[in-house]
């Protein structure tokens, strides 16, 4: 079976450094996804990983471990609108992308 | 670029019509997805195509469910006879082939559809 496995809260106060987990297991990989979806909103692309190791765009950094199949996604400098859900997601073996179920980031003053 | 266009943006029906859900990709994407968004299921892959043709339906939850991309720039979700229980959020998206080095890709607004 394919799972991916996130945390289903996280709170956090403005100005301060969240890190949102992510755990899967799939048949096959390619690649880690990080997608971002405000409600009401559409899913937008964060960042992705091939390979180990940590991707920096600018307050935003996402980390793999392959071999632990394990990732996490890493928000600097929270501000208010960072509040969302944050969905990790596997590129399989079939070249699908395979959604969690989101972890939703509530920042506060 | 507009980015994926997708209309209606609300669907409200009643059980046992015909709904169709419309999407206009991004430009020059070769691939096309749709997925559907409950709370109980989360976001899930219904069906893609690539170069306007499907590739893995495995996700189309039901034979009510059928898809089509006649062309490069618009596909059709229908499904027929709907039942309250595909009431979701349909969303359409694209992506462009980069060669594996990076997969991004870029989701419509989508369609919000409940049936009665």
């Known amino acids: 079976g394919q799972s991916l496995e996130q945390p289903s809260e996280v709170t956090a106060v403005e100005g301060a450094i969240v890190q949102m987990n992510c755990t899967y297991q799939?048949?096959?990989?390619?690649?880690l996804s990080w997608y971002q979806q405000h409600d009401g909103g559409a899913p937008t692309f964060l960042s992705y990983?091939?390979?180990?190791g940590l991707e920096e765009t600018g307050r935003f950094s996402s980390f793999l471990s392959r071999s632990d199949s394990y990732g996490y996604l890493l928000l600097q400098e929270l501000q208010m609108k960072d509040s969302a859900s944050y969905f990790c997601?596997?590129?399989?073996?079939?070249?699908?992308?395979?959604f969690g179920s989101g972890t939703r980031l509530l920042v506060r003053p | 670029d507009a980015g994926v266009i997708q209309s209606p943006r609300h669907e409200v029906t009643e059980m046992g019509q015909e709904v169709t859900l419309r999407c206009k990709p991004i430009?020059?994407?070769?691939?096309l997805f749709w997925y559907r968004q409950t709370m109980m299921r989360g976001l899930e892959l219904l069906i893609y195509?690539?170069?306007?043709?499907?590739?893995?339906d495995s996700g189309m939850p039901e034979d009510r469910f059928s898809a089509k991309m006649p062309n490069a720039s618009f596909s059709t979700l229908k499904i027929q006879p709907s039942e309250p229980r595909d009431s979701a959020v349909y969303f359409c998206?694209?992506?462009?082939?980069?060669?594996?080095?990076?997969?991004?890709?870029?989701f419509g607004p989508g369609t919000r559809l409940l049936v009665l």
């Open positions: 998206a694209s992506r462009q082939n980069t060669g594996g080095s990076r997969e991004t890709q870029y």
């Open positions: 799939t048949s096959g990989f390619y690649g």
């Open positions: 990983n091939a390979l180990d």
């Open positions: 997601a596997v590129l399989d073996s079939s070249y699908k992308l395979i």
């Open positions: 430009s020059g994407h070769d691939y």
């Open positions: 195509f690539n170069n306007n043709v499907p590739i893995d």
